[in-house]
């Protein structure tokens, strides 16, 4: 095609060309699993809660003291109000059950190991993301454990002294008060975006690194109709919390207004933030709750490093029992979280915790050294 | 497949004819419990009867409005006749207007009731595990206190409350309302009824979204299958 012959605004803007070199001719992968849908998924996921959001934004009320009203006016007073905030909250726990899928996949499999260690990366900025957007919805709520955990956040952030104080305040915008909830409004819309960048990037950079396949196939219809079902899967779980328990994972606590006077007996987050949550109750104090929940994170931004093994070498049946281990590790300390502090919790969430860095710190290393092409 | 589908059906069937039924006193049983479960809507009448005589004295419902009151069943000239035998500060409620709030802040109840703030019913269901239940077994809950016990000042004995020991005076008493669907207004009854109120007042949209629901889900199952043959025909031979 000459440029004389070219559409107006193909010429201009060459949307179609993009579509085509970075979307529709690739070299698809013939076998390729359902799970390889999820980043497909996620993508839709964050951009249907841009959706959701916007519309509840449109009557939610960031007012302390006035915004527990106003969701309870969405669900009894909006048309469909109820319907809405359901989608919310569930496509909430979609995402994050679709990203902890996708990230134990990416760790079951190696595809962390190099040269995917910056896919890697982008996928646990991705996390850290939505684990700050994720609470942030939380804290909107304004019920009483979101109240209660807000204000223990802020007075222990305006406790810190140097740069983790700074960043406390840079963030909360010093103790909460009448400005706290429309400043975390803000950032809760605002970070979904830059979530999406990363999607983008991390789209790139997988593609960057992907091999040429030996037996390809078409985007349509053969990716189109795989695509198709791993969305009707995801819709049918997705309806079937909507509808029949769309308060899956949350603390029955946080569905009174909060009371500024009454301190709730467990403050404990909804499911999705009590990973984060336990690793950040493992240590004692503010500082140690900020130190332990970056060790966390630390120890799998270093994966790829960790990893002893020779390039190109398959993960071996040995590292992927431990890595199954450690998937029930991470939960078992989610579910100790929930339940509340008491003296047996404490010492389960050492032992758990314990196990987590055992697993990355010592056994990665050495199981994976032994993996030879 | 050919079997799948009717067999979808009659269950769905079978599950909608199940919701139509009646709560029950013997054994404690309410229909908006089951998955599929809708609520009895002369339970939520009568719990509403109980919540206004009894309940609404000390306890406020923020979240509800007289105008809410048409999805008991009753037509919106009733909600408005009940509304108007409310009185406000301002005068006659209306249909807009929220229940009525017995205090005018939380400090006036404490002093009230010697620091033991009446909480709010709108959600309470749903702020208990097994709120409904909950309710029922704490309002029935109320027994003479062990000889090994010793209450607190202006507290009562109560098998369902945490620590046993509640500020709340026993509330219910047989009789204490009639009602006009000719039921007999016992303890279990009454508190039986005012739990599947309050069950409504904290998920108002339960009929809606299992209605809703099930239709969402069995549609989505269809087209997991349809989808589900698409790609295994479209893949053949690749």
Known sequence: MTEQTKPWLESRLPIGQAFRTHIRDLPLAHDRPYLAALGTLITATVIFLLLSGFVLSLYYVAVEGEAFASIQFITRGVNDGWLIRSFHACGTTMLFGATYLAIFRALLTGAYRLPGELVWILKLVFLLLILLIGYLGYALIDGATSYWSLHQATTAGGMLSGFPGAISNWFFGGPAGPGTLPRLAVLHGLLTFICLGVLVLHYFAKRAIATIPAKTVNLHPHYTSHHFVAFAVFGLIFAVLVFFAPHLGENPLNAVAANPLVVPAVVTPPWYLLPAGAFAGALPGTMGGIIAFIAAFAVLFAVPWLDRSKPGALPSGTYKTLTFILGLDVIALSLTAAAGPSAISAILTIIFTGWYFLHFLVLTPLVTAGETK | ?238
Request: glycine share 6%.
């Open chain 2, 1 to 238: 497949m050919r079997r799948l589908i009717p067999a979808l059906l009659i269950s769905a069937i079978a599950f909608t004819h199940n919701a139509r039924a009646e709560d029950t006193l013997n054994p404690p049983h309410w229909q908006s419990q089951g998955t599929f479960g809708s609520y009895d809507k002369a339970a939520l009448q009568r719990g509403f009867l109980v919540y206004q005589t009894v309940c609404a004295a000390c306890h406020s419902a923020n979240a509800l409005h007289y105008r809410d009151l048409t999805a008991l069943g009753l037509t919106t000239a009733q909600a408005a006749d009940i509304a108007s035998s409310v009185k406000l500060a301002t005068g006659p409620a209306t249909l807009d207007d929220a229940f009525k709030n017995p205090f005018p802040d939380p400090q006036t109840a404490a002093t009230a009731f010697a620091g033991a703030i009446p909480p709010d019913l709108s959600t309470i269901a749903s702020a208990r595990p097994k709120g409904t239940e909950y309710i029922y077994n704490l309002l029935t809950g109320y027994a003479t206190a062990p000889d090994s016990m010793t209450l607190m000042a202006s507290h009562y004995y109560n098998t369902a409350y945490p620590g046993e020991q509640i500020a709340m005076p026993p509330p219910l008493k047989d009789d204490a309302v009639s009602y006009a669907d000719g039921t007999k207004a016992t303890v279990a009854q009454e508190a039986s009824d005012v739990a599947a109120f309050l069950t409504w007042s904290a998920d108002p949209n339960l009929d809606a979204r299992h209605a809703i629901g099930l239709r969402a889900v069995l549609f989505l199952i269809f087209l997991t299958i349809l989808a589900i043959a698409t790609k295994r025909k479209i893949w053949r031979g690749v």
